[in-house]
């Protein structure tokens, strides 16, 4: 399918002005994918803190309420 | 016949701007990638060759369209920053933070292409005579400054607000610039608003083709960049409640540019989510 399509292609002037379209092009991608990375870079920081966040829940779960009623009977209780 | 689901209308309104943002974000991905590539497929295998420039003249349908949505961008920053001051809803200076910041990017990009463009067609990478050059320069070196105006003052509603006025007067400054550009003498920097009428048909639309799929690829960005920073807020805003249960010294915000995200995500009264 893409073999009629580069047929028709004429062929790219890269020994002259094409080296100056291929830079123009590429300096938008390059942008792109700095701009993509560097969030990259941010959003695994925001996946690390939820990790964090994550075990900081599940240590509390683990400790036993402090404040609640039953808390202060069960240590005045002899075991 | 059973009875009809009762939500909390909060549960409900958070749901439905859950789903807003996840199918608002895929659909502007996928226009822009489908955009972007029918764009590279006019501009490389149907636009005509120019006859002055040759193959050169490739390099219009990415500067251009880059040059027209970093300017647009940069009034919509000032539009949206209007809205942040008539409402004093922070989630408007957000959007206008988010703006502003795209709009210089795309104008980096402007300036690095512009100045490819300017060695291949005039054997200079750039020309300090030509006031459409010069003119986009002072507007990119003008909202450069917004970011350290930002950072140079620690309270975020003083920031949100002088960064407002910024916004709005800058934002005016640009299609004032444009306009004095318009009207200065030399017609050296070649001419494209208002003589699109002059390109043949197949130029005519790779360049809109181009000029819309540079236009989705801002919005995509910004989406992208207002849904990351609404994730932050709320990572934060629970780890301030979690640290508060567990009886932790609350963490103090850290000195930026950026909008206070805690207060970001927090809506006042009768303001319309996003």
Redesign the interface.
């Known amino acids: 399918m893409a073999a009629p ?1 580069l047929a ?3 062929a ?2 890269l020994e ?3 080296s ?2 291929a ?3 590429v ?2 991608f390059a ?2 994918l700095v ?1 993509v990375a560097i ?1 990259a870079i ?2 695994s920081r ?1 996946e690390r ?2 990790g ?2 994550l075990e ?2 599940e240590r ?1 779960e683990q400790r036993p309420p402090e404040h609640s009623p039953d808390a202060g009977a069960r240590e005045s209780t002899p075991a | 016949m059973p009875p009809p689901s009762r939500q909390p209308a909060g549960a409900l309104e958070a749901k439905r701007r859950r789903l807003r943002d996840r199918w608002g974000l895929r659909t502007l991905l996928i226009a822009t990638v489908l955009g972007m590539t029918a764009s590279l497929v006019l501009v490389f295998f149907y636009a005509p060759l120019e006859a002055e420039q040759g193959f050169l003249q490739k390099i219009f349908y990415v500067h251009v369209p880059l040059a027209i949505v970093s300017l647009c961008g940069f009034v919509l920053g000032g539009l949206l920053a209007i809205q942040h001051l008539r409402t004093r809803d922070p989630r408007w200076d957000m959007r206008s933070y988010v703006a502003i910041h795209m709009s210089l990017i795309f104008a980096l990009g402007t300036l690095i292409t512009g100045s490819i463009w300017a060695k291949g067609s005039w054997g200079h990478w750039w020309v300090w005579s030509e006031p459409t050059l010069v003119s986009f320069l002072i507007v990119f070196l003008l909202y450069a400054t917004y970011q350290p105006l930002r950072f140079s003052i620690e309270d975020p509603e003083r920031q949100a607000r002088y960064a407002s006025v910024f916004a709005i007067t800058a934002g005016a400054f640009v299609p004032l610039n444009f306009i004095a550009v318009r009207l200065s003498t030399a017609y050296l920097h070649p001419r494209v608003l208002g003589s699109t009428s002059n390109l043949p048909a197949p130029m005519a639309l790779t360049f809109l083709v181009s000029l819309v799929a540079t236009a989705l690829l801002y919005a995509t960005l910004c989406n992208y960049e207002l849904t990351a920073k609404r994730t932050r807020a709320k990572v934060r805003a629970l780890r301030r409640r979690l640290d508060a249960d567990s009886g932790e010294t609350k963490q103090r915000r850290p000195r930026s540019a950026a909008p206070g995200m805690a207060t970001a995500i927090s809506a006042p009264t009768g303001s319309r989510g996003n």
């Open positions: 399509l028709e292609v004429p790219l002037p002259t002005a094409g100056y379209v830079a123009a092009y300096v938008l942008l792109v701009y969030m941010r959003m925001v803190e939820l964090e966040l900081l829940v509390s």
